[in-house]
């Protein structure tokens, strides 16, 4: 083995642990998808470090890059955000898998990659933005006596809402919706009216609770 790939084998397992430690878990604090993320990297780099001094076609490794990038555990909901870190533990595991002569724009690839998840994924970054789908209890069908009555609800700005289901024999409407709370954040309005998409009661649970995307 060359000095060039034990280099980029140190720089894939020091990018793996600040993606999986440093970055995500950090920040979500879900330990399964630290060994995803691990696995994952490592088990790309192995690979790609393989076909890369083998003597095999370039649409068998191709073809196999495609099927691990698919890999997910159907078991376990996962957001766009932690396809993103499945992405970039991939990505990183690939760049630094392939035999390099240089092994330093690999190095400055990888933390490029490092560098844009950490400020996508920083909660300073489209921190007024929420998410939450809630349920009503009241069938509304007209969007802007809808509109009106999250904004009410939740305290905030709606920016788009998808009803997800109007139910006229029970009186409740399930929608999922997209919304700005105010500069320093805001509690929805007390009372009854409505619950959280998550099953938590809209009197105790603040908007902050609500999902950051």
């Known amino acids: 083995m060359t000095t060039s790939a034990l280099i980029l084998i140190g720089i894939d397992l020091a990018a793996a642990l600040v993606l999986s430690l440093g970055l995500y878990y950090r920040r979500h604090h879900r330990r399964d998808l630290v060994v995803a993320f691990l696995g994952v990297n490592v088990g790309v780099m192995a690979v790609a470090a393989v076909l890369g001094t083998a003597e095999v076609a370039m649409g ?50 990888v933390a490029l990659i490092l560098v844009v998840l950490w400020a996508a994924d920083h909660p300073a970054f489209l921190a007024r933005s929420r998410h939450q789908v809630v349920r009503l209890d009241r069938a509304v069908a007209d969007e802007a006596e809808l509109r009106a009555e999250l904004e009410t609800r939740l305290g905030g700005t709606v920016a788009s809402t998808t009803v997800q289901e109007l139910d006229l024999v029970n009186d409740t409407t399930l929608v999922d919706v997209r919304y700005r709370v105010p500069r320093g954040g805001t509690r929805p309005a007390r009372g009854g ?19 950051r995307r």
């Open 193 to 211: 009216g409505f619950t959280l998409g998550r099953g938590t009661s809209a009197t105790t649970a603040p908007a902050l609770e609500g999902a």
């Open 60 to 109: 068998l490794g191709l073809g196999l890059f495609g099927v691990l990038s698919i890999i997910r555990l159907r078991s376990s909901e996962i957001t766009q955000r932690e396809v993103a870190y499945y992405f970039a533990a991939l990505a990183i595991g690939l760049l630094t898998g392939l035999p390099q002569t240089d092994p330093w724009p690999v190095a400055a690839l």
